[in-house]
């Protein structure tokens, strides 16, 4: 279950935090609402609860704050908003890159699209589905992991009620196998229809813990929705037994043959029809509006439109008042129905008004609804069948949805999660390849407008690297990977809901200093075959000759561009930006390597030489297989000024980056 306790958010100047001192409970096997208007606080509850923001308060899920949990996706699946993904992702390939990040099998991913019904979507791109088809996908991306607990921000938003039924219809059944659901709407009736417990917030404050029968009942209200084409002379029925029996009821002309009767039921509506011989075509119980003037509900328009075609003139609305007198209100003008967006709630709020429906216990998945309006009809014209009330009308079970199999065995934790997940999230898309042929064709065409320009040494014409850029089109592109390797666990809740915002964890890191170095690696291998080779091709032989230091010259080239793609990661993590990440490769060249020069030519800078031989003096050991000449040529490397200012730049970037690390597991 999820427990919240006096969740407030942070305010800003001199506004009142969006949320003040919250506190609920959502049980565990049954769905819950949190309900309020745009602007209630209801995203920021959420966000509180989950520590993507700032605030005070506490939420234990099954009785554990979330950053006390090891693995948070596996406990609390999360939907806010879309799918947090490139738009370049197929959706076999997202899911798979989230089973490696979250650590069950692979095969899970083929079987929340069977579950989800996007099989037949698996590989399409991110970018090219439909409002309904991200929805069915975020729902994978929450229970891929298996989690106990579902939290969603509005997840019928643009939905279409087919949608929606199919929505609703998985997260009950998620809470019928004794998981926890808490989702937010601004819709009364949806929140009536779908959940069995309704939480509703008002300008940051909790207004309102009601179970969905009572709710129905204190905040919405039932009614009873005939279709006749008798309509005039069975308001006027309706009026005569309403002032006999002195019960308040009113009767309100929707247009053409439709009638809304509030205050009775739909045995008694039948029964008066029946007495009198009025035919009725439809005797149904809603959970309507507020009451006349709360203007059409949903799908209402076209089926007035056909019923005023239809009918016979008359008056346009008619209403019994407490004292059973029969009145005029009218939500129908000259030109149309009356939109009224907004209705007052008992409680003095104001509420956005849709239909709430009872599901059709014959409409699950992916079928289509056999009606319009998913109202349960009632018996009509003395069939002798006991009506349901309204509120059990609005109650009964909706057909559960099939769910994806439980993960029966969970993974061990091992070293190689986040590298296989680091893999599938860089060969996902193809944008480190589109970037890697670039960098190819750059240098290409540097080396060869090099080579015609002249006086370029052997070593920066086969790097494509001339003295007037501080960095060369591959270190460039490195840094670039590098930049780009943590733009997934920004978006994304199933990996950023742990610690707020980018995951701290050494493993991670690892894993992404690892790929980015052999992704570098392969890109400078790539880089000086292919400059060799059409230098050799173009100019000949005596351009792509292999120089006499050349493994110093390697080294130096290797550690260039893996620093380079070390910079941008490290960057990237620390301040959250792909452009933070660049701007800190491009900055080591530009501004640290004129410092670290300058510091070199200073004249209490004393030279390195001699250092194998005074650290075997000082250790006492002899170094085997001439070690010491790989520990000069390191040094070096290091010794130079664009080394050595890499050097600093990694050190300083991953002393930030553990700072940052241990700070958010304090918090």
């Known amino acids: 279950m999820i427990q919240a306790f006096g969740l407030t958010s942070n305010s800003r100047k001199d506004l009142p935090p969006a949320v003040g001192d919250v506190s609920f409970e959502a049980r565990a096997g049954i769905v819950t609402a949190l309900l309020g208007a745009t602007g209630a606080g209801k995203t920021t509850a959420l966000r509180l609860m989950l520590e993507l923001e700032q605030g005070r308060g506490l939420t234990y899920f099954r009785g554990r704050p979330l950053h006390r949990i090891a693995h948070p996706s596996r406990e609390v699946g999360v939907l ?25 099998p692979v095969r899970r991913a083929d079987e929340m699209l069977e579950a989800v019904g996007l099989v037949s979507l698996r590989d399409e791109r991110l970018g090219t589905l439909s409002r309904g088809m991200d929805r069915r996908l975020g729902l994978a991306c929450a229970l891929l992991p298996d989690p106990h607990t579902l939290v969603l921000d509005d997840p019928a938003e643009g939905l279409s009620t087919r949608e929606s039924h199919w929505l ?12 926890s659901v808490l989702f937010t709407t601004s819709e009364p009736k949806e929140a009536a229809r779908a959940a069995d417990h309704v939480i509703t917030l008002e300008q940051g404050r909790l207004v309102a813990d009601q179970v969905a029968t009572e709710f129905a009942r204190t905040r919405l209200r039932p009614r009873v929705v005939v279709r006749t084409p008798h309509a005039v002379r069975l308001a006027a029925l309706l009026a005569k037994e309403a002032r006999t029996a002195h019960r308040s009821v009113e009767v309100v002309r929707e247009g053409g043959n439709r009638l809304s009767v509030y205050g009775s039921t739909c045995a008694d509506v039948g029964e008066t029809a029946f007495r009198h011989g009025v035919l009725v075509h439809q005797l149904a119980d809603e959970i309507g509006d507020m009451g006349p003037g709360a203007g059409r509900l949903p799908g209402e328009a076209a089926e007035a439109a056909q019923d005023s075609r239809a009918g016979a003139a008359g008056p346009e609305t ?4 407490d004292d059973g007198a029969l009145g005029v209100a009218g939500p129908e003008t000259r030109d149309g129905p009356v ?34 309006q998913d109202t349960r009809s009632c018996p009509a014209e003395g069939t002798g069948q006991a009506a349901l009330s309204p509120a059990t009308a609005s109650r009964a079970p909706a057909p559960l949805s099939p769910l994806a199999p439980p993960i029966s065995v969970r993974s061990a934790p091992s070293p190689l999660r986040p590298l296989r997940y680091e893999l599938r999230r860089a060969a996902g898309i193809g944008t480190g390849f589109l970037t890697g042929a670039a960098v190819l064709v ?98 000949g032989r005596e351009l792509t000759e292999v120089p006499a230091d050349w493994l110093s010259l390697s080294a130096s080239w290797f550690g260039l561009v893996v620093g380079c793609a070390w910079a941008g990661v490290l960057a990237a993590g620390i301040f959250r930006s792909t452009t933070a990440g660049l701007a800190a490769v491009v900055s080591v060249p530009v501004l640290v390597v004129p410092l670290v020069r ?66 958010s597991r304090v918090r």
């Open 339 to 372: 939109a009224h967006d907004d209705f007052a709630s008992p409680s003095g709020s104001h509420m956005r008004g849709a239909q709430v429906m009872p599901a059709d216990p014959t409409a699950h998945g992916d079928q289509v609804p056999h009606s319009d």
């Open 168 to 179: 609703y219809g998985m997260l009950r059944a998620h809470a019928a196998q004794g998981g």
């Open 442 to 539: 750059t240098s290409a065409l540097t080396a060869v407008l090099l080579a015609r320009v002249g006086h370029t040494p052997q070593a920066r014409l086969l790097a494509a690297w001339p003295r007037e850029l501080p960095l060369p089109p591959a270190a460039l592109g490195a840094g670039l990977l590098g930049a780009l390797a943590f733009g997934d666990e920004f978006r994304h809740p199933a990996l950023a809901a742990d610690r707020g915002t980018v995951p701290r964890r050494l493993g991670l890191l690892t894993a992404k200093l690892v790929v980015a170095a052999v992704t570098a690696l392969a890109l400078a291998l790539l880089v000086v075959g292919c400059d060799a080779e059409v230098l050799y091709l173009v100019y």
């Open 318 to 321: 008619g209403e019994l008042l």
């Open 598 to 663: 300058k510091a070199l030519d200073g004249g209490s800078v004393r030279a390195a030489a001699g250092l194998p031989a005074r650290l075997r003096e000082v250790l006492l050991l002899q170094w085997p297989f001439g070690g010491e000449r790989y520990l000069a040529g390191a040094v070096r490397v290091v010794a130079q000024p664009v080394g050595g200012a890499l050097t600093l730049s990694l050190t300083a970037l991953l002393c930030a980056y553990l700072l940052t690390a241990l700070r």
């Open 80 to 104: 806010m908003g879309d799918v947090p993904g490139h738009p370049a992702r197929t959706v076999r390939g997202h899911l798979r890159m989230l089973c490696a990040a979250a650590g069950v």
